[in-house]
């Protein structure tokens, strides 16, 4: 399990069950297990401080490479 974090001010913002060992280019929603503070505005994801996080694209999330950082481990 991944915990996905802003990568400006560090907050928690949701944690993914990762298949694989490859990037993090999406979040298929049916393998987010918890969100924190994600906002969405309009199709944007945002943290609570702003920063970009992805693009809602249906079933699942494409993510901005810059927006987050992560720990734990893939699957
Ligand atoms: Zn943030």
Request: hydrophobic share 25%.
């Amino acid at each position: 399990m991944l915990t996905i974090k802003c990568s400006k001010c560090k907050t928690k913002l949701l944690k993914y069950q990762k298949l694989g060992s490859g990037k993090v280019l999406k979040c298929h929603k049916s393998r987010i297990k918890r969100t924190y503070k994600l906002e969405k505005d309009l199709e944007d994801y945002r943290c609570k401080c702003g920063n970009f996080i992805g693009r809602d694209e249906g079933s699942f999330i494409k993510m901005y490479e810059q927006g987050f950082i992560y720990t734990g481990t893939k699957e």
